[in-house]
Each structure stands twice: as structure tokens, then as C-alpha cells.
């Protein structure tokens, strides 16, 4: 009778554990968007993907046309590693790419169909690093439809907006 009080707390420390790994899991990872830069008036594709039922993350992208300095294809891929709720619902990227490039990427359901993302990477641009953050509010118009607004600045690209539409698959 004496061990039921610690057998009730370690059952619902582990529940709460298991709720809060569940509430991580409604960001997609698996998704592609086209995004509309409004500084230099290009466009954007990305594509990113778990393998399999990893934690493990694919992500590439590339630039078409408009008038940024890093032109028309600017290509990049990179492989990262998913640390789902790693705090306060928080989920977290690293990543290392093309252009010696790695990264850290922050995001997070804010509920109501909202969700923020903020990131830092740093690459190798004309033979210089590269520094840049970034932030990010989407809204899930359906399970499978994300709309957002992003703010990024690098050193290579001051301070641009982008607009992005994502399907989520």
C-alpha cells in the first residue's frame, strides 16, 4: 500500500512525458512549398522529408529567377536530425548542407493552427561565412495547407520577406 503513491507519481510523470512528445508531433516535416521573395521579386522551391520513421531529415531547395545576389539556382541540400520537444514544445533541427553550410532551426504549434519557426545558419558564400537568422509564422489552413510569412537576414541577402505556400504530404 506504502509503494502506490510513488507507482501513481512515475504513472503520471510518464503520461504527461508521452502527452508533451504528442503535441510535438503535429508539425509537419514532410512537406514542399513555393515561396515568393518581395525584396528581390524571385521565387523559391524546398522540399524536405523524414527517411522513413527517423528522426532524420532531408531538405533541399533552389532559386528561380529575381534579382538576388545569389541568382537564378541558387541550390542547396542538406541532411539534419529532428530533437522533437526538446522544451516547452519545442522542436528542434540541426542540420549541416552544401556551401559548408549547418544550421539550427527552432519551431513550434502555437495552437489555434499557428505555428513559429526561428532558425540561424551559417554557410560559405564567395569564400566568406555566411551568418543569417530568421523567423517565421505559419497558419495551417488544412492538415495538408500551410501559408507563412518569414523575415530573414544574411549577410549575403539584407533583411528579405518572404511569402510561402506549403503542402504538407
Do not use: C
Amino acid at each position: 500500500m506504502k509503494h502506490i503513491l510513488p507507482i501513481l507519481t512515475i504513472t503520471t510523470l510518464a503520461a504527461a512525458a508521452s502527452a508533451q512528445s504528442a503535441a510535438s508531433s503535429g508539425l509537419s516535416y514532410n512537406r514542399v512549398g513555393l515561396g515568393y521573395n518581395t525584396d528581390s521579386k524571385g521565387y523559391s522551391l524546398s522540399a524536405s522529408a523524414l527517411i522513413g520513421s527517423s528522426n532524420f531529415l532531408l531538405s533541399g531547395s533552389t532559386t528561380i529567377g529575381g534579382g538576388s545576389q545569389l541568382g537564378n539556382g541558387a541550390d542547396s541540400v542538406s541532411l539534419g536530425y529532428v530533437f522533437k520537444n526538446v522544451a516547452y514544445g519545442i522542436d528542434a533541427t540541426v542540420s549541416v548542407g552544401s556551401n559548408e553550410s549547418y544550421g539550427l532551426n527552432l519551431r513550434k504549434d502555437l495552437g489555434n493552427n499557428f505555428e513559429a519557426a526561428a532558425s540561424y545558419s551559417r554557410d560559405k558564400v564567395n569564400n566568406s561565412g555566411n551568418n543569417g537568422w530568421g523567423v517565421e509564422l505559419a497558419y495551417n489552413v488544412s492538415k495538408q495547407i500551410q501559408l507563412a510569412v518569414g523575415y530573414s537576414d544574411t549577410q549575403a541577402t539584407k533583411g528579405t520577406t518572404d511569402l510561402t505556400v506549403r503542402y504538407n504530404f
